[in-house]
């Protein structure tokens, strides 16, 4: 086990904390900058979408897993970073400025939904913003003049600095890079007063307001923040599909990315890099399981929706805090041994609470 | 001109006038006590001055500003901060992270600074930080530190929900009953902990009690309360020998 002794405020604030982290986080940045040279360009593109997906994760997360607010339209941020994206680069702005682009429009759509939708908490917020991403979506395949409708939209090819993007490789690095800084930015927020009062707001609305913090203006930040994130990974999620059309962006997505989070872990920026690893190499998993498993099953239609939907009941019922909360009782075992119990991690029970008062 | 006054103050809820026509006025500085049965109004009381509710009538001075219409994060900064009776803590945040949540009115910079965690941000995080081990070292509550507040024990929480409102540096502090439900030594170390607050900070401090014994120990003046309206204000002896006062926990004959 190890014991920090420290000496100084900063430790408390600094990203990484002490050695094993600059470790273990150094060494894992050399494993993925070395990918693209041990993995054939099928396992390349995968990874790129995991760390697409991860990206959009980060967005989510900063919302439902530390702001509270559940959100299930998601896809729509996702659609519209990617139809802006396009669009611009189609129109001749250079790659980075749409880029840009793309996260700020998602983000004023998302602080206008967020603004809306203020009165509204829990179910009610995820029925809104469900219909908030079909709305979007209909609007897209209505508006023929602009987005091409059902016809589709090509994406044009990316270049940065006049090289253009085309080989996997170079792909993978740029998502690797923007995915580090969007990290970075988001454990940012989270270290300052700007996260704390998110959180705040996670755990008691009542009590954020009377040490002074403003619900309207947290939730709309919280609700810009997440969609101006999942709007960059909509941009380059565009990128890898090569040619968008609404039904790239139906409401499956909006459920696989809060999949993505739950399974992942609420609450902890790491859940969301193992949620994303979960959901984009689980089809690879099944495709291999299926050439081994008996035809009746391997051929059962709606066997990968089935599969998605068990375990995401499982993890709730078994698991509420994901692989992340897992993973730190796994942890806790080997540096308690041989003293663990099973009931250092039994849920505390919980006083009672003052009744919403509004 | 008094501190925090209190004028005529009503809310009804339905039928119910749960706060009906409540005047008083407490001083700069004092230990100041509301007192009365279940449901005589005094939690009310406490949301109206504190912005969470808005009354139908009357209003609510504070040092010398009309605060009756603030929302509650506007109140906070000026200097008015309130526990809660039945605890409103951040649950899956350490007492660490609470305490500091407490310094948000405190906070200069921006959430585009946040963003990318300027130098200047760091060093006003260090700043927080510094104000928040004061706290800690106030309330001892240093074993506590990084504990999550779903993992503390409820005499614990109590404290640390006092600390977290003093880390707004309040000016008034408002206790909803901050010795229900601890045992005796913990209410013992509650009623010097409000002493401190009091004498050694500077905080005027109004508290709804039903402990008398920390009633008479600490409060300068008691108002008592019931059915939402003022039945007796005095020195915590006088009230509590107020024959309005004996009916309205006992019942009249």
Redesign the interface.
């Known amino acids: 086990m190890r014991f920090l002794f420290k000496t100084h ?2 430790q ?2 600094d990203h990484l904390k002490h050695g094993g982290d600059r470790f273990w986080y150094g060494l894992l940045l050399v494993l993925v900058a070395a990918a693209p040279a041990a993995l054939d360009t099928f396992y390349l593109g995968e990874l790129n979408l995991v760390m697409i997906y991860a990206i959009a994760g980060v967005g989510l997360m900063l919302l439902v897993g530390y702001t509270g607010q559940v959100s299930l339209g998601h896809a729509a941020f996702l659609a519209i970073g990617a139809y802006t994206h396009s669009l611009l680069l189609g129109a001749g702005v250079p790659f980075l400025f749409s880029l840009v682009a793309a996260v700020l429009v998602s983000a004023l759509v998302g602080a206008g939904v967020g603004w809306i939708a203020l009165r509204m908490t829990g179910i009610y917020l995820a029925i809104a913003t469900l219909a908030f991403a079909m709305l979007t979506e209909q609007t897209i395949s209505r508006a023929e003049w602009l987005t091409g409708g059902f016809r589709g939209l090509a994406v044009p090819q990316p270049s940065l600095f006049g090289m253009p993007l085309t080989e996997g490789w170079q792909r993978y690095y740029l998502t690797l890079a923007l995915l580090v800084v969007t990290l970075l ?1 988001a454990l ?2 989270l ?7 998110m ?2 707001i ?3 609305e ?10 309207a203006v947290y939730k709309t ?1 919280a609700f810009a923040l997440s969609a101006g994130i999942t709007g960059l990974a909509g941009a380059l999620f565009a990128h890898r599909l090569g040619y968008l059309s609404p039904d790239a962006f139906t409401f499956l997505i909006s459920l696989q990315l809060l999949l993505m989070v739950v399974v992942g872990g609420v ?1 902890s920026m790491r859940g969301v890099i193992y949620g994303a690893l979960f959901i984009g190499f689980l089809p690879q998993l099944l495709a291999i399981a299926r050439d081994t498993l008996p035809p009746q099953i391997a051929q059962a239609p709606g066997l990968e929706p089935g599969i998605f939907g068990l375990i995401l009941v499982l993890v709730i019922l078994f698991e509420p805090q994901g692989i992340f909360g897992r993973w730190l009782k796994i942890k806790s075992y080997f540096q308690l041994f041989p003293l663990y119990r099973r009931a250092t991690h039994r ?2 029970k ?5 009744e919403r ?2 | 001109m008094s501190y925090l006054a209190v004028t005529d103050l009503s809310i009804s809820f339905g039928g119910i006038r749960a706060v009906d026509d409540v005047s008083f006025e407490v001083e700069e500085g004092e230990v100041f006590a509301i007192i009365g049965p279940n449901g005589a109004g005094k939690t009310t009381l406490f ?1 109206l001055v ?4 808005f009354p139908d009538g009357g209003s609510v001075r504070f040092a010398g500003r009309d605060i009756t219409s603030l ?4 109140i ?2 000026l200097g008015l ?2 526990t ?10 350490t007492v ?2 609470n305490l ?6 405190h ?1 200069r ?1 921006t ?1 585009l600074s ?4 300027l130098p200047a ?2 060093r006003e ?2 700043e ?3 104000r928040v081990e004061d706290v800690i070292d106030l309330l001892e509550l240093a074993h506590y530190r990084e504990q999550r507040i ?2 503390l024990p ?1 005499g614990v ?1 109590k404290v640390v929900e006092v600390g ?1 409102a003093l880390c ?1 540096e309040p000016k008034l502090l408002l206790l909803d009953e901050p010795t229900s439900g601890l045992n005796p030594e913990e209410s013992e170390d509650m009623g010097f902990w409000i002493e401190d607050i009091n004498r050694d900070l500077g905080v005027t401090v109004v508290m709804v009690a039903h402990d008398m014994g920390l009633v008479s120990r600490v409060a300068g003046r008691v108002l008592a309360l019931n059915e939402g309206r003022v039945i007796a204000e005095g020195s915590p002896a006088d009230v509590q020998k107020n024959p309005a006062v004996v009916d309205a926990y006992l019942g009249a004959d």
Do not use: C, K, W
């Open positions: 405020y900063n408390d604030i930015l940012n927020i270290r300052s007063s700007t996260g704390r009062a959180v705040a996670r755990d008691s009542i009590s954020a307001e009377s040490v002074g913090i403003n619900l930040l609450g849920r505390q919980t006083y009672l609470r003052t008062l509004r | 949301n504190s912005g969470i509710y929302p509650a994060h506007r906070a900064p901060a309130r809660f009776q039945n605890i409103e803590l951040f649950e899956h945040a660490l992270q500091l949540i407490g310094r948000h009115v906070r910079s959430a946040h963003l990318l965690f941000v760091r995080e260090l927080h930080r510094r779903a993992n409820y929480r977290r707004l």
